[in-house]
């Protein structure tokens, strides 16, 4: 499963999806993490 993880979500909380095997890429990854939730959402599909 993927996720994009935005500034909310705690490192544990991604490191544990990750380790889980899960596909997770962070806002911050993207130069993302202060951008509103309608442009992470419209980044969410290309992630």
């Known amino acids: 499963?993927?996720?994009l993880a935005d500034q909310d979500v705690w490192k544990l909380t991604i490191d544990q999806l990750?380790?889980?095997a899960?596909?997770?890429i962070t806002a911050q990854e993207l130069n993302l993490s202060?951008?509103?939730d309608i442009t992470l959402l419209n980044?969410?599909?290309k992630a």
Do not use: E, Q
Request: no cysteine; charged share 25%; aromatic share 14%.
């Open 43 to 45: 980044n969410s599909t």
């Open 34 to 36: 202060s951008a509103s």
């Open 1 to 3: 499963m993927k996720f």
């Open 18 to 20: 990750r380790k889980w």
């Open 22 to 24: 899960h596909d997770v």
